[in-house]
């Protein structure tokens, strides 16, 4: 089996979608998923804040098809539609493979480990948050320490915002 984390993201209707789209994951082996958190937008001045949550899932799939039938369907299912011309466009939801095993690949065009755990808090924490101690294949450091420095050296407009309010998974 392979373990899979996803982030996942979104800016249109997050309250509803994230939530949906995290629903949709328990039918593909979803074994955790972290907060929500609320985050600015990066890399563009969209006013749109995100919601954002890193999930685990245990699949039998390869790294294509988990892209293809678990994240693109998802999308798909919930209205996602992609601007070729803006990258940044609000989007219902954004499924990303975040980290496959202990593995550096390219999946359909997309590098993973997913490099924006290194570089944003939006990536990194809820990724610590369900596997501090899990080390990154490509850095060493443990999801833990790349949250903390990233806490450490970041502005506080770029933090994420815990949004207890949003319920991804059932409590007990």
Known sequence: MNRVYLLLGSNLEPERNLPAAVGRLRGHGLIAVSSAYETPPVGTEHPAVFLNAAALIETSLGPEAVK???CHHIETSLGRVRDPDDK??????DLDIALWNDEILIVLGSVVPDPDILRHLHAARPLADLAPNLLHPGDGR?????A????SAGESRHFPRPRP??????RS
Request: aromatic share 4%.
């Open 142 to 146: 443990t999801l833990g320490a790349i």
């Open 88 to 93: 940044f466009a609000s989007r219902t939801i």
């Open 68 to 70: 293809r039938e678990v």
């Open 165 to 170: 309010d949003v319920i991804l998974a059932a």
């Open 148 to 151: 903390g420095a990233l806490e």
